[in-house]
C-alpha cells in the first residue's frame, strides 16, 4: 500500500508508511500532517483522478481501523520501515524513490502538455515565451506540492 501511495500522489517514504489514512482523506484532498512529513512542514495533495481514489479507498480497506497508519500495531515505525526496504530487496528494487520522480514527470505533462526535460521533452531554451510561462508555472506547483524539480530537469 506504500508503493502504491507513492506512485498515486509522489508521497517520500517516510509519509506512505506513517499516514493515517481515514484521517487524511478529506474528500477531494490528502491532508498530511506535520509529523508524517519532511521537515515537520505539512503539506495537502489534490485527489484528482479516479486511480488516485481507487488507491485512497484501498489503502483505507487494507488499514481497516480508522485511526490507524500504515504500521501494524505490534511494529515500531523503525521495525516497519526495514520490512518496507527488505520487500523491496526482495523485489529487486533498489529505491522506491522513482516514484516520486515519476510521479513529478507526470504531473509536469499535465500541467504543461508536453513532457518534462528529464524525459526528452524541450529544455528552457526550446521553449516559446508563452511555454515558458506554463514551464514555470508548472514548476512552481511541483514545488509547492513538495516535489524537487531535478527530476524533471534534464542533467546535461
Partial sequence: MSLQLQKAFGLRKEESIKIKIHDADKGNQLALRDS??????????????EKQRAVVD????????????LIPNE??????????ENELAKADISKAHGLRHAYAQQRYK??????CPAKGG?????????QLLL???ARQTLSER???????TAHI
Fill in 36 to 49: 508524517w512529513c519532511k521537515n515537520g512542514r505539512p503539506r495537502t495533495l489534490e485527489i484528482r483522478t
Fill in 58 to 69: 484501498a489503502c483505507k480497506q487494507f488499514v481497516g481501523e480508522v485511526n490507524r497508519a
Fill in 75 to 84: 511494529k515500531s515505525y523503525y521495525q516497519q520501515m526495514k520490512k518496507y
Fill in 110 to 115: 499535465e500541467l504543461t502538455g508536453w513532457e
Fill in 122 to 130: 524541450p529544455t528552457k531554451n526550446q521553449l516559446t515565451p508563452e
Fill in 135 to 137: 514551464d514555470k508555472q
Fill in 146 to 152: 513538495g516535489c524537487k524539480l531535478n527530476c524533471v
